[in-house]
């Protein structure tokens, strides 16, 4: 992100320069020119920023609708649990012995592999 940040900040500091530096003969190719940066700062905001958030909701959607019974899982909390109970958008969270939390589905930040919390 903070790569963006610098990559569109320079880019918007040489602008100016750019602008100033093309002779008045030149000037057919401004508008081509824009267009083409446009485009390219398109493309960028596409690959650096829609494309990797699309992909992890779909994981994180998947994981929602894999939740069963007896799966470990942490929640974006970090509390961490095996579940008891499933619901169509809550899920009930075994955390110690006889203590059990409700959470919403979309709290899940991750499933831990089978044995993890034995192991703690």
């Given at each position: ?11 918007m ?6 602008a100033?530096?093309?002779d ?15 485009a ?42 095996k ?7 809550f899920?009930v ?28």
């Amino acid at each position: 992100m903070k790569s963006m940040k610098f990559l569109v900040a320079g880019l918007m500091a040489l602008m100016p320069a750019l602008a100033m530096a093309q002779d008045p003969a030149a000037q057919g190719m401004g508008v081509m020119g824009q267009v083409i940066f446009f485009a390219g700062f398109i493309l960028i905001f596409y690959f650096l920023i829609w494309r990797p958030q699309s992909k992890r909701a779909k994981e994180h959607k998947a994981l929602m609708s894999g939740l069963n019974k007896g799966d470990e899982v942490v929640t974006s909390g970090g509390v961490a649990g095996k579940i008891t109970k499933v619901t169509d958008d809550f899920i009930v969270i075994e955390v110690a012995d006889n203590v059990e939390i409700k959470v919403q589905k979309v709290a899940v930040a991750a499933a831990l592999p089978k044995g993890t919390l034995k192991d703690i």
